[in-house]
Structure formats: structure tokens, C-alpha cells
């Protein structure tokens, strides 16, 4: 059975696609980002499931795309903020090499662009965005095996970070 790599969590606005990204390119494997996968399988951006279907029906597939992710992917996986927040994903998340990539809220903000349509932003992002960086935080480092700043750093400085954190595999890698 295959697993992934490692696994990325984070805020909106950590680089988990980004170092994702870079990381996989680093590893010479795929990156799986699930928001991304989502997206292809919904035939819509994650903002109009949102809108459309609901957070209830985004969730749903969000839990599912994860859930095959952590199951069967050989790469490098990105989760999307909020798939922590879902009980059967943190207990999937147990068995896996967890990188969460903290961030400041400023960099955070000026990353996520606060003019950018982004579903659990809506009404006033910038409080939006602290409330959620707050209620998340516990959860991300709660299921993290290893935690990586991204404030102030350079994408590939955090890849090497990251790299750095990864358990030796078997077979030599």
C-alpha cells in the first residue's frame, strides 16, 4: 500500500501549495493538492461549491478526496485549511509524516490576498482570517510530527526544512 511522503497542513496562506509544490519537484514525486482535486472532481472553483452546494457538501467531498489521498498516494499531499477540522481526517492523519507550515498572521494576510474571493473570508477577512488562524492552531499542532515557520523564509529554505524533518524510508531516499 502506498502513502504519502509527507502531508501538508496549514492556514490559508501557509504555502502548502507552494512548498507542496517545490517539495515534490525536490523529492522527484507528484503533488496531490486536495483542494485542487476537489475542484476537478466538482467541475467548479472551491468558492462556487461553497456558494452553490453549501459547506456542508464542500466537507463532504473534501473528507473523501483526503481520505482516498492518505490512502493510496506515493507523493506529497496538501490539505486544504479546514480538512483538519474533520474528526476522521485527524485520525487518518495519525499514521502519516504531518508537516504543518505555521505562519504569522501577516504573512498570512498579504498571502492570501484578502481581496481574493476566499468562502470562509467573507464579510470582514481580516477578522475572519485572525479567528480562524486562532481556532485552527490547536488542531494543526496537535497532528503535526513536525512543525515549519514559512514567515520570513524562502520556499526552498522551507522544502529544506521540511526535508530535513522526514523520517528516513526504507530502501534508501
Do not use: C
Not at 453549501?54 to 489521498?69: D, I, K, Q, Y
Not at 502519516?96 to 464579510?123: C, I, N, S
Not at 523564509?153 to 526535508?163: F, S, T
Not at 522526514?166 to 531516499?173: E, M, V
Amino acid at each position: 500500500m502506498s502513502t504519502p511522503i509527507a502531508v501538508l497542513i496549514g492556514p490559508p496562506g501557509a504555502g502548502k501549495t507552494t512548498v507542496g509544490r517545490a517539495l515534490a519537484e525536490r523529492l522527484g514525486a507528484q503533488l496531490l493538492d486536495t483542494d485542487t482535486e476537489i475542484e476537478a472532481r466538482a467541475g467548479k472553483p472551491v468558492g462556487d461549491i461553497f456558494v452553490e452546494d453549501g459547506e456542508p457538501a464542500f466537507r463532504s467531498l473534501e473528507r473523501e478526496t483526503v481520505a482516498e489521498a492518505l490512502a493510496s498516494w506515493n507523493g506529497v499531499v496538501a490539505l486544504g485549511g479546514g480538512a483538519v477540522l474533520d474528526s476522521g481526517t485527524s485520525a487518518d492523519l495519525a499514521n502519516h509524516h504531518v508537516v504543518y507550515l505555521q505562519v504569522e498572521f501577516a504573512d498570512a494576510a498579504k498571502r492570501v490576498g484578502l481581496d481574493t474571493p476566499r468562502p470562509l473570508l467573507a464579510g470582514n477577512p481580516r477578522t475572519r482570517l485572525r479567528k480562524l488562524l486562532e481556532e485552527r492552531l490547536p488542531v494543526y499542532e496537535s497532528l503535526a510530527t513536525a512543525t515549519v515557520p514559512t514567515s520570513g523564509y524562502h520556499p526552498e529554505e522551507i522544502v529544506d526544512a521540511v526535508v530535513e524533518s522526514l523520517p528516513q524510508r526504507q530502501g534508501g531516499a
